[in-house]
């Protein structure tokens, strides 16, 4: 029985120090990725915030997006969007019913941001706040 156990927790070692040798739960549950040729959109989901960086420049120009939520459940999900086609998505289900998504389409440059709001009772809905970007887009305020 003794000889078993040290064997398990040998084992256990060796899996534990080759998977964070090679990253294997580096970022794992932390980051979720989509990324189409010119874009790659990486969703912290510890912070709740994302980062936009441009494939062929390595730019990240969306520093840190923050959605107007910040709870719920992110996924990763592939869509079928009637105008911009077929992509990857980060879906956040919010606990409050809203759905907020994120989606890189084939063949766009550019990210979609697009949700759905929760149903609630006869409030009417004056302005939205859907989210905020801190960007860098490579020049001085005054060249842009």
Same mark, same amino acid.
């Given at each position: 029985?003794? %000889?078993?156990?040290? @064997?398990?927790?040998?084992?256990?070692?060796?899996?534990?120090?080759?998977? +964070? $040798?090679?990253?294997?739960?580096?970022?794992?549950?932390?980051?979720?990725?989509?990324?189409?040729? =010119?874009?790659?959109?990486?969703?912290?989901?510890?912070?709740?915030?994302?980062?936009?960086?441009?494939?062929?420049?390595?730019?990240?120009?969306?520093? !840190?997006?923050? &959605? $107007?939520?910040?709870?719920? !459940? /992110? !996924? %990763?999900?592939?869509?079928?969007?009637?105008? +911009?086609?077929?992509?990857? #998505?980060?879906?956040? *289900?919010? $606990?409050?019913? $809203?759905? *907020? !998504? @994120?989606?890189?389409?084939?063949? &766009?440059? =550019?990210?979609?941001? *697009?949700?759905?709001? #929760?149903?609630?009772?006869?409030?009417?809905?004056?302005?939205?706040?859907? @989210?905020?970007? /801190? &960007? *860098? &887009?490579?020049?001085?305020?005054?060249? /842009?």
């Amino acid at each position: 029985m003794r %000889r078993e156990r040290t @064997l398990l927790i040998v084992g256990v070692l060796m899996v534990c120090t080759y998977g +964070w $040798a090679n990253g294997a739960f580096a970022g794992s549950s932390d980051s979720l990725r989509i990324q189409n040729e =010119f874009l790659t959109v990486e969703f912290d989901t510890q912070t709740m915030t994302f980062s936009v960086t441009a494939r062929d420049s390595g730019l990240t120009f969306v520093e !840190r997006g923050t &959605l $107007a939520s910040r709870d719920g !459940r /992110v !996924r %990763r999900l592939t869509v079928q969007h009637p105008t +911009w086609g077929q992509g990857d #998505a980060i879906q956040i *289900d919010h $606990a409050s019913g $809203a759905i *907020d !998504r @994120l989606t890189l389409s084939r063949n &766009l440059p =550019f990210v979609v941001l *697009d949700g759905m709001l #929760a149903e609630s009772s006869d409030t009417v809905v004056t302005s939205l706040h859907r @989210l905020s970007m /801190v &960007l *860098d &887009l490579g020049k001085k305020t005054e060249e /842009v």
